[in-house]
C-alpha cells in the first residue's frame, strides 16, 4: 500500500509470451490508456486486445488489426 502523497508508477512496457517467442509491449493502449496487461492475449494469432474498447493489435508488428482508430504499438520482439 501507498504512503500518503506516494503515487503509483505503471512501467512503461510489459513482456508476453506467445509460443516461444517474448514480446515486450506498451503498456498502455494509445486510443483511452486502456491497460494491455489486463487485455487479452491470443496466441495462436499474436495478437491482443485492449481490455476498455476491443482494440486488437498485433504482437508481432503492432500494427492495430481492429477496433476505434488509434494507431498503432511499437512492439518488439525478444526472442
Not at 8 to 13: E, F, L, N, S, Y
Not at 28 to 51: D, Y
Amino acid at each position: 500500500m501507498l504512503d500518503e502523497g506516494e503515487v503509483a508508477v505503471r512501467p512503461a512496457t510489459f513482456v508476453i509470451q506467445a509460443g516461444e517467442d517474448l514480446y515486450e509491449v506498451p503498456s498502455l493502449c494509445p486510443h483511452r490508456e486502456g491497460w494491455l496487461e489486463h487485455g487479452t492475449v491470443n496466441h495462436n494469432r499474436r495478437t491482443i486486445a485492449c481490455p476498455l474498447h476491443f482494440s486488437v493489435f498485433s504482437l508481432e508488428t503492432g500494427e492495430q488489426l481492429s477496433g476505434p482508430a488509434c494507431g498503432s504499438l511499437t512492439c518488439r520482439k525478444l526472442t
